[in-house]
């Protein structure tokens, strides 16, 4: 098998006739992911660092294909492609399937909101950051289109912040207009998973449905639902608002992080 495998990466990559074009090809492909990854730059998140470890080895690998001919022909050598093609594999499916879950959680919109909750994000001094006043537009078109619908926005407060994110967002959406008797405060949260948790906590002493639309952004609302239906919610539905493309590489990456670590440990 490992023998298999070896001979398969030397087929895809030596520099002979319309190989050499192939070889080519992903070495374009691989300087574009890497690009990819350092245009999200100032953000440096885990997905930054994930997406260019990746795509920095696989280049190095395709341009040294050649030059490795004495380490791949070794046994220790062709354990090791055998382990790198093995862990592309499954990673490239694992990520796919994430991938389309992801997708298609954004497209669970509601008839109409029993109820909006607003995930929390980062503050820049006392207002919400560009990524946080997306997620609030999305609830505040709700929120006017159905003005029956509370509102639950959700987030502690950091060690860089000056108030509460919910405090935050509270201002914001009082500012355009929201009647504060309509806003539900969660300011003790620290993660996605207590945003909900705590929010649910608030709402059923209030003896609110559990019935929930969730306003966050569009690569975050996969892994919500999932803590939102383990936290008991009923109906779970979206209000996705969308990413700079820049800036999407590392925040989508990152969530295949997150949703990894909510499958092993459930939050």
Request: proline fraction near 3%.
């Amino acid at each position: 098998m490992i023998k298999s495998f070896s001979k398969q990466g030397d087929l895809i990559l030596k520099d002979t006739g319309k190989l050499k074009v192939l070889r080519i090809l992903l070495i374009v492909v691989e300087i574009i992911g890497v690009l990819a990854f350092l245009c999200t730059f100032p953000v440096f998140n885990s997905g930054n660092i994930a997406g260019l470890t990746v795509m920095s080895l696989l280049l190095l690998m395709t341009v040294f294909w050649n030059k490795m001919k004495g380490f791949r022909e070794s046994r220790a050598g062709r354990f090791v492609i055998t382990c790198v093609f093995v862990f592309l594999i499954l990673g490239f499916c694992f990520a796919g399937f994430l991938s389309v879950n992801m997708a298609r959680a954004c497209f669970a919109r509601p008839e109409k909101p029993n109820m909006v909750v607003v995930l929390g994000c980062q503050l820049w001094g006392e207002e919400p950051s560009p990524m946080l006043k997306k997620r609030l537009d999305k609830a505040y078109d709700l929120l006017v289109k159905y003005p029956d619908v509370p509102v639950v926005v959700t987030g502690g407060r950091g060690d860089d912040e000056v108030i509460s994110e919910g405090e935050g967002m509270k201002r914001y959406l009082m500012r355009r207009g929201i009647s504060e008797d309509r806003i539900i405060v969660e300011d003790k949260s620290t993660s996605t998973y207590e945003n909900i948790k705590n929010a649910f906590s608030i709402t059923d002493s209030m003896g609110l449905s559990r019935d929930i639309t969730i306003a966050t952004s569009e690569f975050h609302v996969y892994r919500a639902s999932l803590m939102a239906k383990k936290e008991g919610a009923g109906e779970v539905t979206s209000a996705p608002s969308f990413t700079d493309i820049n800036l999407l590489p590392a925040y989508w990456v990152r969530e295949w992080l997150g949703i990894s670590h909510f499958f092993f440990f459930g939050d």
